[in-house]
Structure formats: C-alpha cells, structure tokens
C-alpha cells in the first residue's frame, strides 16, 4: 500500500476514493490526523496530513514519530513526501517540482529517533543516501509518463521553523550546497529509514527562498498560495500515476 504525508498545500487527495478513517494510536502519542484509507486509481493508498486537517501544526511541533509509526502498522510499503520548499538554486522557480536526493539537516530539539535512550539498546542506521532509490525512480518515471517536468536531484536543507529564513541564512545555506530548503523533511526521512520503510519526497518550490528572485525584499504570501494551489494540480496527477505503476512492482528499500 502506497502511503503519502501531505504537506502545506496538500492537506487533502482529491484523487482518493476514500473507504474509511481511522485513527491511530502509537507508543509515541497521537499522530497529526487519522489516517485516511481508500484508493488510487483501483489501488490501495493511505493519506496523512502532515500539519492536521486544519493546518494547526506547525513543523517544529509535528508528531513525526507517531506519524511514521503509524503509517508502519498499517502496514505500506512506500512513503511518499509533499512538502513545498523555498527555491535557492538558480532555475528552480515557483511552481517546479524536485525529487531531491540529500538532506542537510537543521533542525534542533524534534525526537529524531525511535533508539532512545528508553530503548536500552544503541542503533545506527546508514544514511548515505537518505531517499530510497528505487522509489524515486519510480516518481521520476511516473513524472515522465505524465507529461510533468520534474527537476532531478537537489540537496533539501531542513530548517527549525516556523518562521521563515533571513536573506543571510539562505545565503549559508547556498554556500552549504543546498538547492531548496523547507522544515520538514527531518526527522521523518530518517524515522522511515530506522523502520525499513521506503520514503521519497516530491518538493513543491512555493517562492525563491529570502533574498532570491522576487523574495528579494520580503515573501509574498498571497502569491506563493497560488503557486501551492497550481503545482499541487501537478503534484495529484503524479501521485496517481505512480500508484498506476505498482502494477509492475513495489519499492524497495535501496541506497
């Protein structure tokens, strides 16, 4: 079963013929939402909205443990990831989408792993390549079945939040080797990672990160909810073509 955690922008999968909710209960507390059932062009999906369905969670304080926790009981075998990011890299406009392949992470304070200390017992995983490469395959695939130009690689920085970042940061970021940067793609990536779980991330560029393009001065907010509201069109029509392809085979786990 494919599992997709919505994002900013994507609260809702217009395309999900939905068959039942339910919500989840996890050693780790509540998740954001119920997980929402049903399917996909004739094959089985479940969607999870990353901030809650009324959007009232912000990045620092999503239950990311909970949530991958859940998504692993069901059981799925491919999460896929909407975020919307700011765009650093020159070419990466409002509107693209990218299927990053790396991470820098930002982020301080989030319980980033389930080998706590409670756990009694050390676990390392490896994180060379932080996206399964097999499911992103596939999305680039589908990306190209679709007819939906997908930029290919690109290194996502994940900031604290909520706040957005100043021009300086972007600046760090840049120097860092970041093309796009956004709020929550850690600690999930790595929480799928320590499950065996196969997880990609569609990122959606809503605006040029602070200090780029026409974010130079400051973000327009009412300009980047119609680039989310344009691309997450492009975004649901990706989405369903990857679940046409699991008709020749699932996601693996892969570095």
Request: charged share 20%; with cysteine.
């Amino acid at each position: 079963m494919l599992a997709i955690i919505g994002g900013t922008g994507l609260t809702q999968l217009s395309s999900l013929d939905v068959s039942h909710r339910e919500v989840a209960r996890t050693p780790y507390g509540p998740p954001s939402g119920a997980l929402i059932f049903g399917e996909i062009c004739g094959h089985p999906a479940v969607f999870l909205a990353r901030h809650g369905y009324g959007h009232t969670i912000p990045p620092h304080e999503v239950n990311y443990r909970a949530n991958i926790w859940a998504l692993s009981r069901v059981p799925v075998d491919a999460i896929v990831s909407v975020a919307s990011v700011g765009g650093i890299r020159p070419g990466f406009e409002p509107g693209d989408l990218v299927i990053p392949d790396q991470i820098i992470d930002y982020t301080w304070g989030r319980q980033s792993t389930f080998f706590d200390s409670e756990g009694g017992k050390v676990v390392h995983v490896d994180f060379t390549e932080p996206y399964d490469s097999a499911l992103r395959t596939r999305l680039i695939d589908s990306a190209a079945a679709a007819g939906i130009s997908v930029h290919v690689g690109g290194v996502c920085g994940v900031m604290q939040g909520p706040r957005l970042e100043t021009a300086a940061e972007i600046n760090r970021l840049e120097r860092d080797g970041a093309d796009v940067v956004g709020m929550t793609g850690m600690p999930e990536a790595v929480l799928a990672r320590e499950l065996d779980l196969p997880y990609a991330a569609i990122n959606v560029v809503a605006n040029h990160a602070a200090g780029r393009g026409n974010s130079k001065n400051a973000i327009d907010f009412a300009a980047l909810e119609n680039v989310l509201h344009g691309a997450m069109q492009k975004v649901r029509l990706l989405i369903e073509r990857l679940s046409v392809s699991s008709r020749t085979g699932h996601a693996h786990r892969g570095s």
